[in-house]
């Protein structure tokens, strides 16, 4: 606490995202990157955007971008809109779309991102309750609301919500905004996209980190009917003009035209996936159903904070939530199968130990 803070910046609870050793000899299973690089021509665009326009700011509508995400979705320009990674999407649709007249929806166990900036616009919100095998129930969010947003998959449950029961949710709440949050829906999900022609309270946000393996580079996107897209321009452009530096714009832009890679890297990944939750399944973990690059898992014997901190001293690091009703759950993004042999051989030595605690 200082005295040079005002009360906003006092009063804040920020998020804290998962760590990012500087050694790089730990298998990172911790933040849902993707484990597979991104494809070479999305480097190549980088490396040739990074020049002398340099001296020149980026076109603050990031036109080539919105254009070419567009035309991939079969949606208008006006249709899209780009930002320094989902997140600042995120911040910038809690600001455009939701008020203080009634509580922001979202689910008890969700992104935890979501109160964050709650608070930090002092939005009133109420977390949702799952049903107790961690399902979001749309049926729960019939009551009086400023708007919704959940992610599908949700985070960190990795359960998917099928496409029939967004339509629920949007038929039901037709005068606010439905924020459907797809960071993960490439990993086997069905995407609300195809809704937004029908609906106009719907958003829906993408990012490039997880599927696209561009974590670093901080692009997201959001689609939905020109009119929240307008939305979202007014506050950004009450924030910052340029959001989306030039190598972001070319690599992201690059990223859209490599499809093959983008398919094969996801079929890996969700092979991967279901291997690691069969064998985890097999050392008897409760694993949840996932439908992203990441799984949630609990064991009946062993509480998830030893787990955490035995994989952790073996150099593997995962992500632990010291939160009401997943307290002994880890989420676990899946990795190489190299990566995810060296946590099971890890979990194996752990769960006999631990047993004799
Ligand atoms: C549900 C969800 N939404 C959004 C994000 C943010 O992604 P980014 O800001 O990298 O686009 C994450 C990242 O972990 C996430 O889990």
């Given at each position: ?10 009063g ?6 998962g ?32 020049g ?23 949606l ?20 455009a779309f ?5 509580p ?7 992104y935890s ?12 919100y ?39 029961q ?8 037709n ?39 561009l ?24 924030f ?13 832009e690059?990223?859209f ?41 609990s ?9 955490f ?12 939530f010291d ?28 769960l ?6």
């Amino acid at each position: 606490m200082s005295r040079f803070w005002s009360s906003t910046a006092a009063g804040l609870t920020p998020y804290i995202p998962g760590e990012q050793p500087s050694e790089g000899r730990m298998i990172k299973l911790n933040t849902n990157e993707n484990p597979y690089p991104p494809p070479p021509a999305v480097l190549e665009a980088i490396r040739s955007a990074a020049g002398d326009s340099l001296r020149l700011y980026p076109d603050p509508n990031a036109s080539g971008l919105t254009a070419v995400i567009a035309a991939y979705f079969g949606l208008a320009p006006g249709g899209v809109f780009v930002g320094n990674g989902s997140d600042e999407i995120l911040a910038f649709a809690f600001q455009a779309f939701f008020d203080h007249d009634q509580p922001v929806l979202f689910p008890d166990v969700t992104y935890s991102f979501y109160s964050v900036y709650a608070n930090l616009y002092n939005l009133p919100y109420t977390g949702v309750p799952l049903d107790r095998q961690f399902r979001i129930l749309p049926s729960a969010y019939q009551i009086p609301n400023s708007g919704i947003i959940l992610p599908n998959p949700n985070a960190p449950t990795a359960i998917h919500l099928p496409l029939e029961q967004i339509r629920e949710l949007l038929e039901h709440n037709n005068d606010r905004v439905l924020i459907v949050d797809e960071a993960y829906i490439d990993f086997g999900g069905e995407s609300a996209v195809p809704l937004i022609a029908e609906y106009p309270n719907l958003l829906v946000i993408h990012t490039l980190s997880k599927s696209r393996s561009l974590a670093g580079l901080r692009v997201g996107y959001a689609l939905g009917q020109p009119e929240l897209i307008e939305g979202l321009n007014r506050v950004k452009n009450s924030f910052n003009s340029y959001t989306l530096d030039r190598l972001a714009l070319a690599g992201a832009e690059a990223s859209f035209a490599e499809e093959a890679y983008f398919r094969e890297n996801i079929a890996r990944i969700v092979r991967t996936r279901e291997v690691a939750a069969a064998a985890l399944r097999e050392a008897g973990f409760n694993v949840t159903d996932s439908q992203a690059n990441f799984l949630f898992v609990s064991h009946p014997a062993v509480p998830a904070p030893v787990i955490f901190r035995k994989l952790r001293e073996q150099g593997i690091l995962v992500r632990y939530f010291d939160k009401p009703r997943i307290d002994n759950y880890l989420r676990i993004t899946v990795g190489t199968d190299a990566e995810m042999a060296a946590l099971l051989k890890a979990m194996k030595q752990i769960l006999p130990e631990a047993d004799s605690l």
